[in-house]
């Protein structure tokens, strides 16, 4: 059973950083897609960024530069860094996985969410 549990959300000032974190079981980890989707109420889950089983990354243009996707295969964990936060980056911040990334927006393994909020 596919389990996913993030950690790492917060209150903090514009310019201010995070790390986002989302343990990962019940599935072959390094041979999955993982991300992380964000969601304001009212409005649609957004991808955020991506990372592909062998390491290559995806970023939405408005984190590019800013956040840093990475994962650790050895302990199931996925990362998410998030410097120079701005308050359009307030959100509930969700990990997610499928089999192939293009599958990813849609997927019904998702964690519970980690709320990120950012003051002006």
């Known amino acids: 059973q596919v389990q996913l549990v993030e950690s790492g959300g917060g209150s903090v000032e514009s310019g201010g950083s995070l790390t986002l974190s989302c343990a990962a079981t019940?599935?072959?980890?390094?041979?999955?897609?993982m991300g992380w989707l964000r969601q304001v109420p009212g409005k649609e889950h957004e991808g955020v960024a991506l990372?592909?089983?062998?390491?290559?990354?995806y970023y939405t243009d408005s984190v590019k530069g800013r956040f840093t996707i990475s994962r650790d295969n050895a302990k199931n964990i996925l990362l998410l860094q998030l410097n120079r936060l701005k308050t359009d980056d307030s959100a509930m911040y969700f990990c997610?996985?499928?089999?192939?990334?293009?599958?990813?927006?849609?997927?019904?393994?998702r964690g519970q969410g980690t709320q990120v909020t950012v003051s002006s």
């Open positions: 997610a996985t499928a089999q192939h990334c293009h599958a990813l927006m849609h997927s019904p393994h």
């Open positions: 990372i592909y089983s062998d390491g290559r990354t």
């Open positions: 019940g599935f072959p980890f390094s041979r999955y897609c």
